[in-house]
């Protein structure tokens, strides 16, 4: 086709313009007169008929002088006419006009199908997929090179498969392996239509692939007409050929997840599992879920209609478990024979026909048991507990020995109850068997396998009787001294140590500040006071065997015989019983005793021999209740101890993004420490190792734990982090470590495998995770789909094309005049002062030097 021109001139505006078809600019004179020689009609022809009468005086002027010759008259002449005509041009302001359509950038996406489907070949000469896909795309190389270098057009290739998709990572690249698992159309146009939002000049979106689709979280028809609602054309390229369906039919679960996560426990939990259902659309099939809490499985069966190929959504609701931690969740969908449940007849596979993830299990609160006689210490023990938010207090008294009430064997009946701590006070052990013959028992089983922490408190009948395995150390006779009207005369102090001091003796303004120096130690010495305090006035005296792995909390003197009915407590001087005095079994008797770690999994256990810790409650009274709170915050912090929800405890963590992950997928474990205040302490020395947890096993063996390679530990705006990819299927065990630091320097603690040694005390932090096979039904179904690219394409206005087209589609697009994105015209000289870039001075300069040339020859010549 040829190309034509078109003149254009206007009087009213005085131009014209000249514009060749298929060429981006328009080219014009334009005039801008000033005023009055704008006024149209008569501006423009008054200033011609003054410019030719100055001309004429002009001429007339240098005519008749008589020092004028030809020579002399013509210079000068031509200097006042060249003046006259800059003034002349400088009133009409002519310029030559460009109207431009200027290159600006835009963008032309395309994005690359590189799943296994891709590999399949079945394209001209036997080729595979893909490999087709990387010849053309060579073969059209030249022209996206000239969208770039013509119309400033930025081709950006995109690989798109499975559901994570990232448009900062996913770039193509023709190496690349068609290795992915799924083909995810709607995620790839969903995350490229959220990063292209702002762009305003996209040319279009190319998507080459087989349309073998298998599913994700957004469909894809409606993310493709998104962008047709934008202006932007979805243009679709078929690669394959439309083949007869496999006969592979299989059942897979493919994900497990647990809300909520974390749960409380007995709480309600929604198990939720999404199964494809390839080849048994239609099929009833029965689904169970089970978890194992170290005691029995849990089951909850339901039976469903698989009512699509992929992503059928399973929900089926359970209880927690009765104790806290990490419980494994196990889904299974088959059909049921027996007890079992077993694939479908003719599945491809049975081995992904169950999966499982973890689901962590607290504690909304702790709840707690005490099996005690009515008296003062038990009342004020109860109200103290019952006065913070959070603990739940259940109480057995057992004055008698008369039959206990319906409502006490309830409470006895540790099957059917989730305590996390149970205080056994001034009761012997044949009592409680009296009342409910197997709840020491129980007890004992649920100290080692649930962790229940136990506490024995001093009495007259306390320690008394055969506890077994749950009172480690040996309760004996009431140390006091009385007068015969049963009044003490001696008190004792009760001394806590440096741990005890940081545990159940701690003293602070408000939970979760950190303890200000000397604090605690302060308030227990006024309690300790001999005139002013409020001591105890006896003790059981505890006998801890030697060699055992016990931490002293507290201590008290001892009462040395005197002789006939006359006793001293030694020691009695309060330097001598300063708070955080360390204990000496020499001289001293051991007050408050218990394990500071036991087995892994076992409760913790307390053994306190006062009776008596009412008393302090009355400190400070009536002015102040110092003692009160004293009282209360010592027992709050003992059953929390017990309970292990003690602050040191849960200030190391490990979070694991996902529970449940296929292997080789990213996985990102949040880490950190906890300072009092709650916040991340940015500085914590943090030692994180990740390691595949052997079958079976809770926890992997120390020594394996220490052989494991520490991982590098990252920060973002969100905290700390470590990046893990598992490499083989199983589960895997998260430790997290930071070095316990008291005054600056590492702590140390009894080493229990070397008796006599210590080392280095440690916070610890765990979580678990699961990596299941990367089981792919890409390969289930591998046919090209052409209607569902006509599906992507045709709704947006864009095309639906072969892989042969795409070379002649890209040159069309190129040919194609991009947007009309606004004409700026350009003007040659531009008279506008902000716009003339030196030209108006330049102008002045010209006109000062012709009127100053023709003044100065004027002037020798003789001509003035």
């Known amino acids: 086709m040829g190309s034509s021109a078109l003149i254009h001139f206007s009087a009213r505006d005085p131009h014209f313009a000249l514009r060749y078809d298929g060429v981006m600019s328009d080219y014009f004179f334009s005039s801008r007169p000033a005023f009055p020689w704008s006024v149209y009609p008569l501006g423009l022809p008054a200033l011609a008929g003054l410019a030719a009468l100055l001309v004429l005086f002009t001429v007339w002027t240098y005519l008749g002088h008589p020092q004028a010759t030809r020579r002399r008259v013509l210079t000068v002449l031509g200097l006042r006419l060249a003046a006259l005509a800059v003034a002349l041009l400088t009133a009409v302001r002519p310029s030559l006009g460009v109207n431009e359509n200027p290159k600006q950038p835009a963008v032309l996406l395309v994005g690359v199908d590189l799943t296994e489907s891709m590999t399949v070949k079945d394209e001209v000469g036997g080729q595979a997929r893909i490999d087709a896909v990387r010849k053309a795309l060579a073969k059209c190389q030249p022209v996206l090179d000239d969208l770039l270098a013509e119309q400033n057009v930025n081709v950006v290739l995109y690989k798109f498969g499975p559901t994570d998709f990232n448009e900062a990572t996913s770039r193509y690249d023709p190496a690349a392996p068609a290795d992915g698992k799924q083909s995810d159309y709607g995620t790839y146009l969903n995350r490229t239509f959220e990063r292209w939002l702002s762009e305003p000049r996209v040319r279009g979106h190319i998507v080459i692939g087989d349309g073998a689709d298998n599913g994700g979280p957004y469909k894809p028809e409606d993310e493709a007409r998104r962008w047709g609602r934008r202006g932007v054309p979805v243009h679709t390229v078929l690669v394959g050929q439309q083949q007869n369906e496999t006969n592979a039919k299989d059942i897979a679960v493919t994900s497990v997840e647990c809300t909520p996560s974390p749960a409380f426990i007995k709480n309600d939990v929604l198990v939720t599992a999404r199964v494809s259902a390839h080849g048994f659309v239609g099929a009833a099939v029965t689904a169970r879920v089970s978890y194992n809490d170290g005691t029995r499985d849990h089951v909850e069966t339901k039976d469903f209609t698989l009512e699509r190929e992929k992503d059928n959504k399973?929900?089926?609701?359970?209880?927690?478990?009765?104790?806290?931690?990490?419980?494994?969740?196990?889904?299974?969908?088959?059909?049921?024979?027996?007890?079992?449940?077993?694939?479908?007849?003719?599945?491809?596979?049975?081995?992904?026909?169950?999966?499982?993830?973890?689901?962590?299990?607290?504690?909304?609160?702790?709840?707690?048991?005490?099996?005690?006689?009515?008296?003062?210490?038990e009342t004020a023990l109860r109200d103290a507990l019952r006065g913070q938010k959070g603990f739940d207090v259940y109480e057995v008294f057992r004055q008698t020995d008369l039959t206990p009430t319906e409502?006490?064997?309830?409470?006895?009946?540790?099957?059917?109850?989730?305590?996390?701590?149970?205080?056994?006070?001034?009761?012997?052990?044949?009592?409680?068997?009296?009342?409910?013959?197997?709840?020491?028992?129980?007890?004992?089983?649920?100290?080692?396998?649930?962790?229940?922490?136990?506490?024995?408190?001093?009495?007259?009948?306390?320690?008394?009787?055969?506890?077994?395995?749950?009172?480690?150390?040996?309760?004996?006779?009431?140390?006091?001294?009385?007068?015969?009207?049963?009044?003490?005369?001696?008190?004792f102090p009760a001394v806590p140590t440096s741990r005890?001091?940081?545990?159940?003796?701690?003293?602070?303004?408000?939970?979760?500040?950190?303890?200000?120096?000397?604090?605690?130690?302060?308030?227990?010495?006024?309690?300790?006071?001999?005139?002013t305090g409020m001591l105890l006035n006896g003790y059981n005296r505890l006998a801890v065997p030697k060699g055992g792995i016990f931490t002293v909390f507290a201590w008290a003197p001892r009462l040395i015989d005197l002789?006939?009915?006359?006793?001293?407590?030694?020691?009695?001087?309060?330097?001598?019983?300063?708070?955080?005095?360390?204990?000496?079994?020499?001289?001293?008797?051991?007050?408050?005793?218990?394990?500071?770690?036991?087995?892994?999994?076992?409760?913790?256990?307390?053994?306190?021999?006062?009776?008596?810790?009412?008393?302090?409650?009355?400190?400070?009274?009536?002015?102040?209740?110092?003692?009160?709170?004293?009282?209360?915050?010592?027992?709050?912090?003992?059953?929390?101890?017990?309970?292990?929800?003690?602050?040191?405890?849960?200030?190391?963590?490990?979070?694991?993004?996902?529970?449940?992950?296929?292997?080789?997928?990213?996985?990102?474990?949040?880490?950190?420490?906890?300072?009092?205040?709650?916040?991340?302490?940015?500085?914590?020395?943090?030692?994180?190792?990740?390691l595949p947890l052997p079958p079976g096993?809770?926890?992997?063996?120390?020594?394996?734990?220490?052989?494991?390679?520490?991982?590098?530990?990252?920060?973002?705006?969100?905290?700390?982090?470590?990046?893990?990819?598992?490499?083989?299927?199983?589960?895997?065990?998260?430790?997290?470590?930071?070095?316990?630091?008291?005054?600056?320097?590492?702590?140390?603690?009894?080493?229990?495998?070397?008796?006599?040694?210590?080392?280095?005390?440690?916070?610890?932090?765990?979580?678990?995770?699961?990596?299941?096979?990367?089981?792919?039904?890409?390969?289930?179904?591998?046919?090209?789909?052409?209607?569902?690219?006509?599906?992507?394409?045709?709704?947006?206005?864009?095309?639906?094309?072969?892989?042969?087209?795409?070379?002649?589609?890209?040159?069309?697009?190129?040919?194609?005049?991009?947007?009309?994105?606004?004409?700026?015209?350009?003007?040659?000289?531009?008279?506008?002062?902000?716009?003339?870039?030196?030209?108006?001075?330049?102008?002045?300069?010209?006109?000062?030097?012709?009127?100053?040339?023709?003044?100065?020859?004027?002037?020798?010549?003789?001509?003035?």
């Open 500 to 531: 005890g001091l940081e545990k159940m003796f701690r003293v602070t303004g408000k939970p979760g500040e950190a303890p200000k120096p000397g604090e605690s130690e302060a308030a227990w010495d006024r309690m300790n006071n001999p005139r």
């Open 314 to 377: 399973l929900d089926l609701t359970i209880k927690a478990p009765d104790a806290r931690g990490e419980i494994k969740v196990k889904v299974e969908v088959g059909v049921l024979k027996g007890d079992a449940i077993v694939p479908l007849p003719g599945e491809l596979s049975p081995l992904n026909n169950w999966s499982e993830t973890y689901l962590t299990v607290n504690k909304e609160g702790v709840r707690v048991l005490i099996v005690d006689q009515l008296r003062p210490e």
């Open 563 to 690: 002789g006939p009915d006359r006793y001293a407590v030694e020691p009695n001087d309060p330097k001598q019983c300063a708070a955080g005095t360390p204990f000496d079994a020499a001289v001293h008797a051991p007050l408050l005793v218990g394990s500071e770690r036991g087995a892994r999994g076992a409760g913790r256990w307390l053994a306190f021999g006062a009776f008596d810790t009412y008393l302090w409650r009355s400190l400070g009274l009536p002015k102040t209740r110092e003692g009160l709170a004293m009282h209360e915050r010592f027992w709050r912090q003992c059953v929390l101890w017990l309970a292990y929800q003690d602050e040191e405890e849960t200030q190391v963590y490990a979070r694991p993004q996902f529970r449940q992950l296929k292997v080789t997928n990213e996985q990102t474990v949040r880490v950190g420490m906890k300072l009092p205040n709650g916040e991340d302490d940015p500085n914590a020395q943090l030692t994180v190792r990740i």
């Open 697 to 864: 096993a809770q926890e992997p063996k120390p020594e394996d734990e220490r052989k494991a390679a520490a991982q590098t530990v990252l920060s973002d705006k969100d905290g700390r982090k470590v990046l893990f990819r598992p490499t083989t299927p199983g589960e895997y065990f998260v430790s997290v470590t930071a070095p316990a630091m008291k005054d600056g320097k590492p702590e140390t603690e009894a080493d229990p495998d070397s008796p006599g040694k210590t080392r280095p005390k440690v916070h610890r932090g765990t979580a678990k995770f699961i990596a299941i096979p990367d089981v792919s039904d890409e390969m289930l179904r591998v046919s090209a789909d052409p209607d569902f690219m006509t599906r992507l394409a045709v709704p947006t206005g864009g095309k639906a094309l072969r892989l042969e087209d795409l070379p002649g589609f890209l040159k069309e697009l190129k040919a194609e005049a991009p947007p009309d994105l606004g004409k700026k015209p350009r003007y040659y000289p531009d008279w506008h002062r902000n716009r003339s870039k030196g030209f108006l001075p330049l102008w002045l300069v010209v006109f000062t030097a012709l009127l100053g040339a023709e003044w100065g020859l004027r002037r020798l010549w003789g001509m003035m």
């Open 407 to 491: 409502t006490e064997k309830a409470l006895l009946n540790l099957e059917s109850q989730a305590y996390d701590v149970v205080i056994i006070g001034n009761v012997s052990a044949e009592h409680i068997r009296r009342a409910a013959p197997e709840f020491l028992p129980k007890l004992t089983e649920l100290v080692a396998k649930k962790g229940i922490g136990v506490m024995f408190l001093g009495g007259e009948y306390a320690f008394q009787g055969n506890f077994g395995a749950l009172l480690p150390v040996r309760g004996e006779a009431v140390v006091d001294w009385l007068d015969p009207a049963g009044n003490p005369r001696v008190f």
